[in-house]
């Protein structure tokens, strides 16, 4: 009895589009592709979004692993060099923590690209990169096919998150030190609000608090340590408008610039310290800051001084948050 063959069909005869087709039809399949890089850490694709435009760039798929952002980006073809381009530009364009890159095939100089950028990226911005190979088989008896289409995605570069882990402890004494800071500080702020308990703490030197999206564009409140010096930062805190359409971004700030002086007055009734509304030119983000005149280095910093700024952070989060939650949950755009 001829049990079949196996043919392997070339992508275009099964998706005649990227964009219209083989997208649309991935967004789909999400838990296959999972499946495939979920060998050393296990991740869950939500809130995807496709064809996401920014400025003069378009993402395939745009989603969320947890709080971070993760990008997709898809071909039918062998992998080129302008793939890995955009791979790179979306993800800077969205702050995106994971970066799939899905192809028929990779070129031995774009699997070193991938190796390179995963073996060289700061631990601070734990950021990974991942080459996953799509194919597709028949099955064929007596000369005809005898099943549908079987697409199937190997992951052919992923992060070896075992060197990460034992880089980690000849990593620099400041960012080991500052992360241990936001996980004592969240646990302390975890007793006043409880959604902070089961964040996930960072060796970078911000931490999201609270987020609210809408069109792919970002609006929260964000601890983080502002640098001084090469070595000194100060404890700071924003309402961050970003990562999404900059017509959006613009008019979002209009509608906090319009109500400025109520929202200075609501701040001023509550705290002493002044509101920085920063619109930096070369870049599409905004954001209202105040800052701590506290300075601190984490490779050197006392315990005291560990006390210090988190007592500072916990004192004008809450009163940040009262103010401006209901402020970001009230914006039309």
Request: glycine letters at 4%; aromatic letters at 10%.
């Amino acid at each position: 009895m001829e049990l079949g063959t196996i043919e392997k069909i070339p992508l275009r005869e099964v998706w005649a589009s990227e964009s219209t087709n083989f997208t649309p039809w991935l967004e789909q399949h999400l838990p296959e592709l999972q499946r495939a890089i979920d060998v050393l850490a296990p991740i869950t694709i939500t809130d995807t979004q496709t064809e996401v435009t920014t400025e003069s760039v378009r993402c395939d798929i745009l989603g969320n692993v947890g709080e971070d952002k993760i990008i997709i980006e898809n071909m039918l073809d062998k992998s080129d060099f302008q793939h890995l381009g955009k791979c790179i530009t979306y993800a800077s364009k969205h702050k995106a923590k994971h970066i799939v890159w899905v192809a028929e095939e990779f070129k031995e100089e774009h699997l070193s690209a991938i190796d390179w950028l995963n073996e060289n990226f700061n631990l601070d911005s734990e950021i990974n990169f991942y080459a996953v190979e799509v194919s597709v088989i028949q099955i064929k008896k007596d000369g005809k096919v005898a099943g549908p289409p079987a697409p199937r995605f190997t992951a052919v570069r992923q992060p070896v998150f075992s060197k990460k882990e034992a880089a980690q402890q000849e990593y620099s004494e400041r960012l080991i030190n500052r992360k241990q800071f936001w996980t004592d500080f969240k646990e302390a702020y975890g007793q006043i609000n409880p959604k902070w308990k089961d964040k996930k703490p960072p060796y970078a030197s911000w931490l999201n608090s609270y987020m609210k999206r809408k069109e792919s564009t970002e609006r929260n409140t964000t601890v983080f340590f502002r640098g001084k010096s090469p070595r000194k930062s100060i404890p700071a805190i924003q309402l961050w408008i970003g990562s999404g359409r900059e017509e959006t971004i613009e008019k979002i700030w209009k509608e906090l610039t319009d109500q400025k002086s109520s929202i200075e007055q609501k701040w001023n009734s509550v705290s002493g310290l002044k509101l920085k509304w920063e619109n930096p030119e070369n870049r599409a983000s905004k954001s209202i800051v105040i800052e701590s005149d506290i300075e601190i280095d984490f490779k050197t910093s006392s315990e005291e001084e560990n006390k210090k700024c988190k007592e500072w952070f916990m004192e004008n989060l809450k009163k940040f948050d009262e103010v401006f939650i209901p402020i970001i949950n009230a914006l039309k755009s």
